[in-house]
């Protein structure tokens, strides 16, 4: 689980099922981070534009587009980023 506290008090986190309980906690806004989709010839793709981020892959599992999205948002987020 990833969550960052920034020092206004907002939280931004990677959803997952497993945090739904963290919604009951206040207002919640939820937004895509990605589009992650299969290409032509069957491999994957996730693409950050909605973060304005890279088109990364092509990969050839979705799990493996989703794990590069994961750690894409993680280095993002560490960094500071205000999105």
């Not at 960052?4 to 207002?27: E, K, N």
């Not at 890279?54 to 999105?83: C, D, K, N």
Request: zero cysteines; proline letters at 10%; glycine letters at 10%.
């Amino acid at each position: 689980m990833f969550v960052w506290i920034r020092p206004d008090g907002t939280v931004h986190l990677v959803y997952d099922d497993a945090l739904r309980g963290l919604l009951a906690l206040g207002p919640a806004a939820i937004r895509r981070a990605s589009h992650v989709e299969p290409t032509p010839d069957g491999q994957w793709t996730a693409d950050l534009g909605p973060m304005e981020g890279p088109v990364l892959g092509p990969f050839a599992t979705r799990a493996a587009a989703l794990e590069a999205e994961q750690m894409w948002l993680v280095h993002h987020f560490a960094s500071g980023h205000p999105q």
